[in-house]
């Protein structure tokens, strides 16, 4: 069964910096995809950023890219520029490829806080 | 924009009673997703439909937990008898196919059990 690790319960950020949150996964499998959700308090979890895991090329939204490196089953986020409406609960999520599950993996999370 | 929509948005129940929860996915989406959600947890799915048919439930604990999606639209997921263990937000999400990789999150139910 997979698995998603976010090691940081918590992190925070000037207004303006960047920061990066980081996620392990484990698989067995070869192509899958990854994704960063963004859950603000009391508000529904919308999608940050996705990454499939047959491109090279790190997906990049805007001040929201990834580090994708599949050897080492990494799959970290930042998000530069910072702002005040950033701040929010973070997850990592798996999602197996096309004719498996279709769930999706999440891990337990990381709270970012901003600082103005 | 379309939304999933999710009531009650809150829900206070005491144990041994019962409880449900009501999704309306994205119109036209054909897959749907309940997930629970524990305090300082990720979402974990406890049941996916596509269209009216149970596609995975194998999370869901069913000797109290049913869902159904009757007409392919709407859902209602049911907690006979609720637990405090229960207590969560349960989320719902749905989104156009099974193959699609975007899911569309609704603003959850959060349930508490006293």
């Known amino acids: 069964a997979q698995t998603v690790t976010q090691s940081q319960p918590e992190m925070s950020v000037q207004e303006a910096e960047t920061v990066t949150l980081s996620c392990t996964y484990d698989t067995s499998e070869s192509d899958y995809y990854l994704f960063w959700y963004k859950q603000p308090p009391s508000r529904q979890m919308i999608l940050v950023i996705r990454q499939e895991a047959y491109k090279q090329q790190n997906a990049t939204e805007n001040r929201f890219s990834v580090n994708f490196q599949k050897a080492a089953k990494s799959f970290s986020l930042k998000i530069s520029d910072s702002q005040l409406g950033d701040a929010a609960m973070y997850f990592c999520a798996y999602r197996s490829p096309r004719g498996g599950s279709e769930k999706l993996v999440f891990g337990k999370g990381t709270k970012l806080t901003v600082n103005p | 924009e379309a939304e999933v929509a999710q009531s009650p948005r809150y829900k206070i129940t005491e144990k041994s009673q019962a409880v449900a929860f009501w999704c309306d996915p994205i119109s036209g989406h054909a897959t749907l997703y309940w997930y629970r959600q524990i305090l300082g947890q990720g979402p974990e799915l406890l049941v996916q439909f596509q269209d009216e048919s149970v596609v995975d439930d194998s999370q869901l604990p069913k000797d109290r937990f049913s869902a159904e999606r009757l007409k392919g639209v709407d859902s209602t997921l049911k907690i006979q008898p609720a637990e405090l263990g229960d207590s969560a937000m349960y989320l719902c999400?749905?989104?156009?196919?099974?193959?699609?990789?975007?899911?569309?999150f609704g603003p959850g139910t959060r349930l508490t059990v006293t």
């Open positions: 999400a749905s989104s156009l196919t099974r193959d699609s990789y975007e899911q569309y």
